[in-house]
Nanobody, 125 residues
Framework: QVQLVESGGGLVQAGGSLRLSCAASGRTLSWFNMGWFRQAPGKEREFVAAISRSGGTTYYADSVKGRFTISREQRKNTAYLQMNSLKPEDTAVYYC??????????????????WGQGTQVTVSS
């Protein structure tokens, strides 16, 4: 079992920045690919970013490419999502997730097995 706890969400003005953290316990994160997803009210959960076990491969949704950066710090068993140049359309609950399959890093919700409780990000215009 892996327990994930997100933090760092909040209210920010458009153009501002936030850094989300995802702290893991139960298993070492270095074994797993990780992803960040988000869900806005009335919408389906969508892919934001993903990072491979080694940290050498990253993927981003087109909507956040160039603004968001995913990273991981193995010794702290923590992953991060640095969000810059935030827009009102980035408003959502953000979730981190772990894929236990040991396969290639992916962008599909159903590929991930463990999820955090989510952290709210609100961007005002």
């Amino acid at each position: 079992q892996v327990q994930l706890v997100e933090s760092g969400g909040g209210l920010v003005q458009a153009g501002g920045s936030l850094r989300l953290s995802c702290a893991a316990s139960g298993r070492t994160l270095s074994w797993f690919n990780m992803g960040w997803f988000r869900q806005a009210p009335g919408k389906e959960r969508e892919f934001v970013a993903a990072i491979s076990r080694s940290g050498g491969t990253t993927y981003y949704a087109d909507s956040v490419k160039g603004r968001f950066t995913i990273s991981r710090e193995q010794r702290k068993n923590t992953a991060y999502l640095q969000m810059n140049s935030l827009k009102p359309e980035d408003t959502a609950v953000y979730y981190c997730a772990v894929d236990k399959s040991l396969g290639v890093v992916g962008r599909i919700v159903n590929q991930y097995d463990y999820w955090g409780q989510g952290t709210q990000v609100t961007v005002s215009s």
